[in-house]
DNA sequence: GCCAACGTTGGC
DNA sequence: GCCAACGTTGGC
């Protein structure tokens, strides 16, 4: 089982979609970026635990968990004409973009803001804080995994000058 | 709305 | 295959 983080902007799909249709597997569809796609393609799998991060928004940040729920699957929307993320170069043959299925696990008690992650020394390493990062879909650690939840469930926000155990 | 950082495109 | 120009991302 893997661990992942995927952007997504709110006002098109954000944690409260996933909280509204709890029972309901929603299409992740529309990544354009291939280093994204690949990962997406070759190593999400069912079963996988994705973080919901919000961006271009108001409360940037970690909004809740989803799971995967279905394997990568030709993305519909670079078919779709009328869609933001129609490519016309996409083919039945030569159909280079991937979609998969989340379902919804938990909507954070309190959104975990992109500031308290760039925050934590132990999150140094994850992609998102890093500067200029534009990667979509990424990679979690199991260590970063249990981090942000921990820091997610700390009431008073989590305290990274308390860390240094 | 600005703009730095990045990914992609296309001429050569 | 290089790389300048361009378009996009995404925090601020």
Known sequence: MNY???KTEPEECSIDDFAKAPDQAIVWEGVRNYQARNFLRD???????????????????????????????????????SSPYFDAKSTGTKAP??????????????????DKLKQSTKLEQLPLVKKGNRL??????SAEWQHIIKMSQDKGNCDEARETT
């Open 4 to 6: 992942w983080l995927f």
């Open 43 to 81: 190593q999400v799998r069912t079963g996988d635990l994705v973080f919901v991060y919000h961006s271009s928004c108001k409360d940037i940040g970690i909004a809740g968990v989803a799971k995967v729920v279905q394997n990568s699957y030709p993305d519909p929307s670079q078919f779709n004409s």
């Open 97 to 114: 973009w991937v979609a998969v299925d989340l379902q919804f696990v938990e909507k954070f008690t309190r959104l975990l803001s992109l």
């Open 136 to 141: 979509s879909v990424m990679p979690v650690s």
